[in-house]
C-alpha cells in the first residue's frame, strides 16, 4: 500500500520562504512524475509543479521563478522550494505521485496548510 506524507507546511509572513518535503512508503514504479498541487477555498485544485524521473521540471505560471521544485529518488522524496511568498499562495498543498507505465496508477498525500499572511 503507498502512502504519502507531507511536512513543512505553516504560517509565514509575505516574502518569507517554506520547504515542503513528502515522502512516499510502498512500492511505486520508477517511471513516475512527483508533483505538487494546491487548493485555495473555493478553488479548484491547481498544479504547482511536476518533476518527472528525467528531471525535467514543470511549473504553475503564477509559481515560475519563486518556486523550486527537486526530488530524491533514493528516498522516493520530493521537495517544493517555496521563495518570495504572497498571500496568494495560501492553499492546501497536496503532493501527488503518477506512475507513467503499467496501471498508471495516481496517489495524493493528505495535504499540508500553507498560510502566508501579515
Known amino acids: 500500500q503507498v502512502q504519502l506524507v507531507e511536512s513543512g507546511g505553516g504560517l509565514v509572513q509575505p516574502g518569507q520562504s517554506l520547504r515542503l518535503s513528502c515522502a512516499a512508503s510502498?512500492?511505486?514504479?520508477?517511471?513516475?512524475?512527483m508533483g505538487w498541487y494546491r487548493q485555495a477555498p473555493g478553488k479548484q485544485r491547481e498544479l504547482v509543479a511536476t518533476i518527472p524521473s528525467d528531471n525535467r521540471a514543470t511549473y504553475g505560471e503564477s509559481v515560475k521563478g519563486r518556486f523550486t521544485i527537486s526530488r530524491d529518488n533514493a528516498k522516493k522524496a520530493v521537495y517544493l522550494q517555496m521563495n518570495s511568498l504572497k498571500p496568494e499562495d495560501t492553499a492546501v498543498y497536496y503532493c501527488?505521485?503518477?506512475?507513467?507505465?503499467?496501471?498508471?496508477?495516481?496517489?495524493w498525500g493528505q495535504g499540508t496548510q500553507v498560510t502566508v499572511s501579515s
Open positions: 510502498g512500492s511505486i514504479l520508477s517511471a513516475n512524475a
Open positions: 501527488k505521485v503518477q506512475e507513467l507505465w503499467g496501471s498508471f496508477r495516481a496517489y
